[in-house]
C-alpha cells in the first residue's frame, strides 16, 4: 500500500503502522490499490492538515474537535489518515495510544476506506441498509440511550458508515463486541464481502 509519512513519527509508531497495514488479507489491500486509496502516517492531525483547525469533525461528540481525533479517512483524495498524537478530550492533553488502539485505528479507517471502493459505498446498498435496519431494530433503548453506541446509531448514512467500519475493523483485529451484541447481521454481510 502507498503509505506517506509526515514530520518526525517515531519509530515505534511507524514499525506498528507500517506493520498492521501489511497484515491486511490481500483481497483488501488489492481492493484499496485498485481504488487509489493510501495512508499518511504523521504526528497530529491539525499538523498533517492545517486548515483542520477551524473544522469541527463530523459527529463530534463531547466538544471533539480534529486535536482529539487520531484516525481519518477523505473520500475526495481517498486518503486514510493517522496521527501518532490525539488529545484526551477531558484534558485536552496529547497522549500516544497504546498498540492495540493504534491498530484498531488503521483498522476503522481503512474500513471506510474499503466501504467506498464500491461506488456509492456498501454501507448505502439496499441490502446493507436492510441488515442494518434490521439490527438496529433488535438494539434495546437502555443501549440506544448510552453513549457507546452513539457513533453507530446516528442518523442517516453517518450511522451505517461507522458501523461498516467499526465493524469492519473488528473483523481486521479480530475482536468481536460490536458485531457480537449489536450487529450480527453487519458483521455476516461485511464477512461475506471479504470472503
Ligand atoms: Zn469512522
Same mark, same amino acid.
Given at each position: 500500500?502507498?503509505?506517506?509519512?509526515?514530520?518526525?513519527?517515531?519509530?515505534?509508531?511507524?514499525?506498528?503502522?507500517?506493520?498492521?497495514?501489511?497484515?491486511?488479507?490481500?483481497?483488501?489491500?488489492?481492493?484499496?490499490?485498485?481504488?487509489?486509496?493510501?495512508?499518511?502516517?504523521?504526528?497530529?492531525?491539525?499538523?498533517?492538515?492545517?486548515?483542520?483547525?477551524?473544522?469541527?469533525?463530523?459527529?463530534?461528540?463531547?466538544?471533539? %474537535?480534529?486535536?482529539?481525533?487520531? /484516525?481519518?479517512?477523505?473520500?475526495? *483524495? @481517498?486518503?486514510? +489518515?493517522? =496521527?501518532?498524537?490525539?488529545?484526551?478530550?477531558?484534558?485536552?492533553?496529547?497522549?500516544?495510544?497504546?498498540?492495540?488502539?493504534?491498530?484498531? %485505528?488503521?483498522?476503522?479507517?481503512? /474500513?471506510?476506506?474499503?466501504?467506498? *471502493? @464500491?461506488?456509492? +459505498?456498501? =454501507?448505502?446498498?439496499?441490502?446493507?441498509?436492510?441488515?442494518?435496519?434490521?439490527?438496529?431494530?433488535?438494539?434495546?433503548?437502555?443501549?440506544?440511550?448510552?453513549?457507546?453506541?452513539?457513533?453507530?446509531?446516528?442518523?442517516?448514512?453517518?450511522?451505517?458508515?461507522?458501523?461498516?467500519?467499526?465493524?469492519?475493523?473488528?473483523?481486521?483485529?479480530?475482536?468481536?463486541?460490536?458485531?457480537?451484541?449489536?450487529?450480527?447481521?453487519?458483521?455476516?454481510?461485511?464477512?461475506?464481502?471479504?470472503?
Amino acid at each position: 500500500m502507498k503509505t506517506t509519512f509526515m514530520g518526525p513519527v517515531s519509530k515505534r509508531f511507524k514499525n506498528i503502522a507500517t506493520n498492521k497495514i501489511d497484515t491486511f488479507p490481500e483481497r483488501v489491500k488489492l481492493t484499496l490499490n485498485d481504488d487509489g486509496v493510501s495512508y499518511e502516517i504523521g504526528v497530529k492531525m491539525i499538523e498533517m492538515y492545517p486548515r483542520l483547525k477551524n473544522i469541527v469533525p463530523r459527529g463530534a461528540l463531547d466538544g471533539r %474537535t480534529w486535536n482529539s481525533v487520531s /484516525g481519518k479517512y477523505n473520500l475526495d *483524495s @481517498k486518503i486514510i +489518515s493517522i =496521527s501518532e498524537f490525539h488529545w484526551l478530550i477531558s484534558q485536552k492533553i496529547y497522549i500516544r495510544d497504546s498498540e492495540n488502539c493504534i491498530k484498531a %485505528t488503521i483498522s476503522h479507517e481503512t /474500513g471506510h476506506g474499503f466501504d467506498f *471502493s @464500491k461506488v456509492g +459505498s456498501y =454501507s448505502s446498498t439496499l441490502g446493507f441498509k436492510t441488515i442494518y435496519e434490521e439490527d438496529f431494530n433488535h438494539i434495546s433503548g437502555k443501549d440506544k440511550a448510552g453513549n457507546y453506541l452513539k457513533p453507530f446509531i446516528q442518523k442517516g448514512e453517518a450511522g451505517r458508515q461507522e458501523t461498516f467500519a467499526a465493524i469492519f475493523g473488528e473483523i481486521m483485529d479480530e475482536d468481536e463486541f460490536l458485531g457480537e451484541n449489536y450487529f450480527t447481521n453487519c458483521k455476516l454481510y461485511i464477512k461475506n464481502l471479504l470472503s
